[in-house]
């Protein structure tokens, strides 16, 4: 049973991937989507083939990874939905809104913790409850209290916060550089520019 639902995550995994790479070789050869809806499908994308490549390790791994994959899931549809009018609403933030900008904020601090290790996940830990609680710090270090509301907003709504230009670059450019360079590697492509260069460098 382990070992098939182990060949199911890989497969799973693959059948993202390849996906991803097409949509991202199409949209940079067709134009890219609007800045937020381009962002979220490889954000979307990302963070699923993190859980499925990093599953949890206890017990009830199987339906912590399943509740997480259904929440990814889940955040990115909304997001795909709600992206071209959360720009135009002017600061106005639904209930639905909160909910999946803290969903997405955990998910990628557990994505970025099974990738990384603790340590990065901790420090965006405690940017964002500096946002949440800094209003108590004394001055000059403590800011005026943001409400839950604003901080959804920055955060989640606006290219300011998870969907920065961080994510953008990754999005439309990183992403493009690995696709290429894992095909040179597969390909033998790599290998036939360091023998070119080797020959070059003997014969000078």
Same mark, same amino acid.
């Given at each position: 049973m382990d070992h098939k639902f182990a060949r199911f995550r890989s497969q799973t995994t693959t059948v993202i991937a390849v996906l991803l790479v097409l949509f991202h070789l199409y949209t940079a050869a067709f134009g890219l989507l609007e800045a937020m809806s381009q962002r979220n499908i490889h954000l979307t994308a *990302? !963070?699923?083939?993190? !859980? !499925?490549? /990093?599953? *949890?390790?206890? /017990?009830?791994g199987v339906l912590v990874d399943s509740l997480l994959v259904a929440a990814t899931i889940a955040a990115g549809i909304y997001t795909a939905i709600q992206a071209p009018t959360m720009a135009l609403r002017a600061g106005t933030v639904y209930r639905t809104d909160i909910i999946f900008g803290l969903m997405t904020m955990v998910l990628i601090l557990e994505g970025t913790r099974r990738l990384m290790g603790p340590a990065m996940p901790l420090v965006a830990l405690a940017m964002v409850s500096y946002m949440f609680f800094g209003h108590h710090l004394p001055q000059p270090y403590g800011h005026p209290p943001y409400s839950l509301e604003r901080i959804t907003s920055i955060q989640y709504m606006t290219g300011e916060g998870i969907y920065g230009t961080p994510l953008g670059a990754s999005a439309s450019f990183i992403v493009l550089f690995i696709a290429f360079g894992a095909f040179l590697e597969a390909s033998g492509g790599g290998r036939f520019f360091m023998d070119l260069s080797s020959l070059y460098t003997k014969s000078s």
């Open positions: *990302a !963070l699923l083939m993190v !859980l !499925l490549t /990093r599953p *949890a390790k206890n /017990r009830y």
